[in-house]
């Protein structure tokens, strides 16, 4: 398991995300489910790649990753399709919490 770091910025935990392989790493750690990896522009013509748990591209996918822009993967696992009826595991989740820059305004907007 990798090792969280603090982050520059007081606060904020540091992650070590510096190649894409580490971010699937982290939050797919032991798949169960498909992961959906999209870019902008494949050269397929695909624009989605499913990766299965134990695909032998994954190495190659987050290689090509490195330095392009609009590449993502879902945080979360499903079986097949990025549907909510389609979840299988839950690996991340994320709060929108807009025009809040101050650390005790998002805690106190968190709480409520």
């Not at 134990?54 to 987050?62: K, N, S, T, V």
């Not at 696992?77 to 998002?106: C, I, K, M, N, P």
Request: net charge negative; glycine share 6%; no cysteine.
């Amino acid at each position: 398991m990798q090792q969280l770091k603090v982050s520059a910025i007081p606060y904020q935990l540091g992650l070590p995300l510096d190649l894409p392989i580490s971010h699937y790493d982290l939050l797919h750690q032991k798949q169960r489910g498909t992961v959906l990896h999209w870019e902008q522009q494949a050269e397929s013509g695909k624009r989605w790649t499913k990766i299965r748990p134990g695909d032998p591209r994954i190495p190659e996918i987050f290689q090509a990753d490195i330095g392009q822009d609009d590449r993502f993967i879902t945080v979360n696992e499903f079986r097949g399709w990025r549907l909510v009826r389609q979840l299988h595991s839950l690996r991340a989740l994320y709060v929108d919490l807009d025009d809040q820059t101050d650390l005790y305004a998002v805690l106190d907007a968190l709480d409520d």
